[in-house]
């Protein structure tokens, strides 16, 4: 792809003075009633893909037909596209969030899985993530959209991590534009007013990078941190692979999953980085917007010294199965003991290990809620909180309203 592919689209300006880029601040050029209080149209996972499945997934078909991992993937690609389609809700969802986007709007934020992925051909992926970063731009308008790095956002059949190069230049080209300074890096921080925006690579976490981000900026108001993966694991009880330097998604030299004996030699050095990076994020009172998950989530734990709030959205409209997902929240649970309760699979063994990593978490746990979901959002920041208005599906009116911060 073309960096002037994705990188052309009008921007409205928002750099009044070099000196406000100079710690990476967003402020300043837009007539707002208060630069403390502002709002921010949110998404979780679109999987953006269009019908029919060969689209973009003609190259996985060929190359993958015979070995039969065409066919495992069949289902999701038929899934994922058809929400897109004529037929499909995905579509209404994203317009509808930008209908609903407030006056005093800054920035617009989508937190990973942009796209399906499994192109199996480079130039295939590139014109999907351009196709969907140009129906973000068009929803959206004159505020930057940002994005965070997913899982899919990267995978390339059996090498999972074969676009990372690719998607690292293109996002990167897109970033820098709506920012209006180089961004070179998917771990990157911004201010908007009084607030401090981290932005982290799910897939490569750079813990250092983190570390340096948030020592430079200790006189936010809120630290605001986002990333594909929960930092507070997985409600569920799913697998590492789904939070926040759980386990290594790849192996970076060879592009695969990682052997069990891989994994076992890792394992400790990615436990240290997870409890190091949940104390810096607990000492700064953070909150945390994950996706991931597919579901609409809110959990406060207390520990390491302070709290961490996080927020998980979903605006995936289908499952894997091709089965739809509501737009009015469906809980699954609404209380501290909830959580690490419900199995994704009930058909799932013990497992002594991710047992005791939940035990981590538990006792901290203070508010928990959980439920099938899927539909947009807006964040609305004030001096005296945060607060988020859930729209379910491609609906005008919130149905429901969270307090993260009060």
Not at 143 to 159: E, S
Not at 342 to 358: E, F, Q
Request: aromatic fraction near 10%.
């Amino acid at each position: 792809m073309k960096q002037d592919n994705i990188a052309g689209l009008t921007r409205r300006a928002f750099v009044c003075s070099s000196s406000a880029w100079a710690v990476g601040s967003l402020a300043g050029c837009r007539t707002m009633t208060s630069s403390s209080s502002y709002s921010v149209p949110l998404l979780g996972d679109v999987h953006y893909d269009r019908p029919p499945v060969d689209t973009f997934h003609s190259e996985f078909r060929r190359l993958h037909e015979s070995d039969g991992l065409f066919d495992s993937y069949r289902g999701e690609f038929e899934s994922f596209s058809s929400m897109w389609g004529a037929e499909g809700r995905s579509a209404a969802l994203v317009a509808a969030s930008g209908k609903v986007r407030r006056p005093d709007a800054a920035f617009a934020l989508q937190l990973g899985d942009l796209v399906e992925g499994d192109c199996e051909s480079s130039e295939s992926h590139a014109r999907m993530l351009s196709d969907a970063l140009a129906l973000m731009k068009r929803t959206y308008g004159d505020i930057p959209f940002l994005t965070v790095a997913g899982n899919h956002d990267v995978r390339r059949g059996a090498n999972r991590q074969g676009e990372f190069g690719n998607y690292r230049r293109d996002i990167c080209a897109w970033h820098s534009r709506e920012l209006g300074r180089m961004i070179d890096n998917l771990t990157f921080s911004f201010r908007f007013g009084p607030d401090l925006w981290i932005v982290a690579d799910y897939n490569r976490p750079d813990v250092e990078r983190v570390e340096k981000l948030l020592s430079e900026h200790r006189d936010a108001r809120y630290t605001v941190f986002c990333t594909h993966g929960a930092v507070l694991t997985n409600g569920n009880r799913n697998p590492r692979c789904w939070f926040f330097l759980g386990r290594p998604q790849y192996s970076t030299s060879k592009g695969m999953k990682l052997s069990a004996d891989e994994l076992s030699k890792e394992i400790p050095v990615w436990d240290a980085a997870r409890r190091r990076v949940r104390r810096m994020l607990a000492e700064r009172n953070a909150i945390v917007l994950s996706g991931h998950s597919h579901r609409l989530e809110l959990r406060e734990w207390y520990g390491d010294g302070g709290r961490i709030t996080e927020f998980v959205m979903n605006s995936v409209t289908r499952t894997v199965k091709g089965n739809d997902i509501p737009g009015a929240p469906v809980m699954v649970g609404d209380k501290p003991s909830d959580f690490g309760r419900c199995r994704v699979n009930p058909a799932t063994k013990p497992n002594a290990v991710v047992d005791a990593l939940y035990a981590e978490y538990e006792p901290g746990m203070k508010r928990y809620y959980t439920a099938d979901a899927a539909g947009h959002a807006e964040l609305m920041f004030f001096d005296d909180g945060v607060r988020a208005n859930y729209y379910g599906l491609d609906s005008l009116a919130p149905c429901a309203t969270f307090t993260i911060r009060g």
